[in-house]
């Protein structure tokens, strides 16, 4: 169960609208490696966790990029309010504009539309969460692309900064639930059974497990 | 941790009166006058806060906000089992 909380991750407020970089800044909402993916991911993949520690470590995450893509949005659309027309169709903004005006739509800078096969949920915990490990890594990649072009910008750049920063967190975090999961495994082969399946949850009620 | 009865019977109040106030805020939305439906929900938002403590206190903490009131020596708040697992305990 969720609340809403009103207020952001991290305060946004800019105040030059600038179109092309809405479009750059727009695939961290529903592209690739975007916070729309990361969310559903995390939180799709929490169900068959083998301890307690993974399952609460993906839904804690998967909360936060929820206030992730939140924050991308808003940048989007602070971006895009008060343009004048003359920006739209000399900034490459125009056919996002035809179709989509100046509302927030999840799509990659390119155009492709948010998709479900951008993330896996495996059903085995190992596999899951490798691919969490570079999801992380290809989202800060993005925001490095992104910080490139907006580092004059501080407006920008400090909410991009703030959001890269908790990529390499939440990669820590994940390599640490990895290691938890490999240590209560059989050290001479991880792979020998998919413990999201074969082995019934063991989730701890005493102490870290 | 066992789930016992009053253990259930707190978190299906908790169930109730939350809902309760997820409805009014939806209605407060649109009526977002009406004198009646504001002492409710005021109410409502007063009886959730005071059975999410009852709860933290008994069982451990259910939103993160109360889990800084218990002063334990163990992350409470990973203790807890998630909804989705079967019968809401430990296996």
Known sequence: MWNYEKRLQYPINITQPNAKIAQYIMSQYGGPDGEIGASLRYLSQRFIMP?????ALLNDIGTEELSHLEMVSTIVHQLTRDLSMEEIEKSGFGPYYIDHTVGVWPQAAGGVPFNA????????????????????QKARSTYDNILRVVRDIPEIADPIKFLRAREVVHFQRFGEALRSIQEELDAKNFYAFTPGFDNPCTASCNGNK | MKTNCSQKQLLNRIDQVSFAVNDMILYLDTHPCDEKALTYCRELVQERKKL?????????????????????SIWKWMEQPFPWEKEGVCR
């Open chain 1, 51 to 55: 301890n307690r520690t993974t399952s």
């Open chain 1, 117 to 136: 096969c951008e993330f896996q949920s495996k059903g085995d915990p190992i596999t899951d969460l490798f691919e969490d490990l570079a999801a992380e």
């Open chain 2, 52 to 72: 999410l403590k009852e709860y933290a206190d008994a069982y451990g903490p259910l939103i993160i906000d109360i889990t800084d009131q218990t002063e334990e």
